[in-house]
């Protein structure tokens, strides 16, 4: 392929010839996108034909498929389910033959259902990948989805999580979900970058701990990675997980990957137990954006902390506003070090006790929160893949493919 990048819109193109004809498609973002196109439509040419795809549920199977350097199966999967659950009556009409009046009802239905307006966007953004893959394929001439319009969002900011009812998650949490909140909470993390944190990824050069981590942004390019310091009460929680290079640092129940619907409804358990409002883990970093901006440091770091690349998405952060990071993440163990026993009052071993501070005869020590057994990561080396209803996995039924 001859790779070409417009000095003008410095975009990419793929140019390459195929018994005797020359093919040529314009308009990709990445060179990575182009060698894909052109991968996908030379396979088409090898079975003799030029419509790319004769059917939507065939373009979808295509679209799933392509590009496996940065899809994941547990994303493909997750589309597949929506496509099926939304989009099933377009699954053997011709690409050409879709307008934006098959699309526009589906959503539509989804708001007199109820659905929330980042329902709507999630299927809306959802389609219009497909159709864009459609588009780079030369399968149609233009996404029919595109000109929908997003459905209004609240402006609401996402409210930080409170310093007390933290501390009280903490200290009522079980092992596994209390090494992860005192983590998210004392570096600012996302629950993707904590999900995919790996023992490989965590270093200790003297006193200072630092893990890389790493984000789910990785469309086109590079992961995004940054360089985090752990304070001391993150590496308590971090150093006993630690395990071969490969292993992750937070697992699930069953010694698999973090599932977040999972984790976040054991959360919304907790803190039913605990008689405080549901709360998320985003809440939780949050609460570090709050903490960080209320030093009176410049947008600039605490973006740098928090792993934005655009200030302008700091501002949601900056509830209460760079010596250098680790200043930060050391008033941020400062700030959360102290965690009164007598504040967590929870449903303990069928018990309730507040000012014991005794759960199933382990005496909680709230400030080191070093209860924590060695290795509370795997019950068993054989463990079952579930989904967050505990049911074991079933497939999807086939629609695409």
Known sequence: MTEYRDKTTHQYRYDFTYRGHRYTKRGFETKTAARDAEHDYKR?????????????????????????RTKRADWCYQLEV????????????????????????VLDRMARDGSSPRSQNEYRKIINAVFNYGVAMGALETNPAAGIPKAPESDAEVK?????????????????????????????????????????????????PACILRTRKNRGGGERKR????????WSVVEPLIGADDDLIFTGASGGALVYRTELGSLHRLCERIEVPGYSFHQVRHWAGMVATSMGKSKKAVALFLGQQDTGATERYMHAV?????????????????????????????????????KNGVNLDAAGCNQMTANVR??????????PSGRRRTPAKRVWG
């Open 227 to 234: 360089l985090q310091p752990l304070t001391t009460l993150a």
């Open 322 to 358: 760079e010596p250098e990071l680790w200043a930060v993440a050391q008033h941020l163990e400062a700030e959360l070090g102290a965690i009164p026993e007598v504040a967590a009052v929870a449903q303990m071993g069928g018990v309730k006790t507040g000012v014991s501070g005794v």
């Open 160 to 208: 930080p999580i409170p310093k007390p009812h933290l501390q009280q998650l903490i200290l009522a949490a079980e092992p596994r979900l209390r090494a992860l909140l005192i983590f998210l909470s004392q570096t600012g993390a996302r629950f993707i970058e904590a999900a995919r944190l790996r023992s490989s990824e965590v270093t200790k050069a003297g006193a200072r």
């Open 44 to 68: 088409l040419l090898k079975k003799g034909r030029t419509d790319p795809f004769q059917s939507f549920r065939e373009m979808v199977g295509a679209f799933l498929t392509s590009s496996q």
């Open 378 to 387: 795997k019950s068993s080396q054989f463990c079952l893949e579930r989904w």
């Open 82 to 105: 929506k496509l099926n659950k939304a989009f099933p009556h377009l699954a053997d009409l011709h690409p050409r033959t879709i307008t934006r009046g098959h699309i526009e009802p």
